[in-house]
């Protein structure tokens, strides 16, 4: 098993510019999620997923669209890209969870970003 | 709004030390308190923990919740170089499963 695959590693965009980050999982999961990190910011939750088809707001959402069409996949899109976006990025993937049931998060290796 | 604190923000020690490192929340409905550590790349899955009291230990690691005072620790006894990382710790609550994460510790273990 690949286990939470992201393309691309990293990437240099110049501000304005668009671009679609690509996560994978191949565990099955129902829940999946991206965020960004930024220096001394943790981990911040943009847009999360609970089933294929739905997706819903997280914490910093702003300039980011997400879409998942198919259960396995997870993008994050960046219409305009603004030094600000500058950042790390991760996605997760995680079991639905239930009573005794482990809700622990599968991390992709993450994409770094700089915008110009 | 749930809320995650965690301290201290860095810690810097010496191999062969002993660590404790808190992590306090203010969530409605607590459900699970996770952690995590964070070396050069992704976060890696520690503990979950659900009940007040009970320690979870792995290795050097261990972890204990106190549901009542709201906080949790991670002691991580007899430190190595390996141990250096970032620690997240993050809380679920209600019935959504999804995590809010603290700021995280950033620890250094000095040879």
């Known amino acids: 098993n690949a286990g939470v695959t992201q393309t691309p590693k990293f990437r240099v965009l110049k501000t304005g510019q668009s671009m679609t980050l690509l996560c994978a999982q191949d565990?099955?999961?129902?829940?999946m999620y991206w965020y960004r990190q930024d220096p001394g910011m943790g981990l911040r939750l943009i847009h999360y997923?609970?089933?294929?088809?739905?997706?819903a707001k997280g914490e910093v959402p702003d300039g980011y669209n997400v879409s998942r069409l198919k259960k396995q996949n997870f993008l994050l899109g960046l219409e305009s890209a603004a030094p600000s976006q500058t950042s790390v990025y991760f996605c997760?993937?995680?079991?639905?969870?239930?009573?005794?049931?482990?809700?622990?998060?599968?991390f992709g290796p993450g994409t770094r970003l700089l915008v110009l | 709004e749930d809320k995650v604190v965690q301290s201290p923000l860095s810690l810097v020690v010496h191999e062969g030390d002993t660590v404790t490192l808190n992590c306090s929340y203010e969530?409605?409905?607590?459900?699970?308190l996770l952690w995590y550590k964070q070396e050069k790349k992704a976060p890696t899955f520690l503990f979950m923990l659900?009940?007040?009291?009970i320690e979870k230990k792995s290795g050097r690691l261990s972890s204990i919740l106190d549901k009542k005072e709201l906080f949790s620790i991670l002691n991580i006894t007899a430190t190595q170089t390996g141990d250096s990382a970032v620690y997240l710790c993050?809380?679920?609550?209600?019935?959504?499963?999804?995590?809010?994460f603290g700021r995280g510790t950033s620890l250094i273990v000095h040879p």
């Open positions: 565990m099955n999961h129902e829940y």
């Open positions: 659900t009940s007040s009291g």
């Open positions: 997923s609970v089933g294929e088809g739905t997706t």
């Open positions: 969530v409605t409905n607590f459900r699970s």
């Open positions: 997760a993937s995680s079991r639905r969870g239930g009573p005794g049931s482990p809700e622990t998060q599968y």
């Open positions: 993050a809380v679920t609550s209600g019935g959504s499963y999804i995590p809010t």
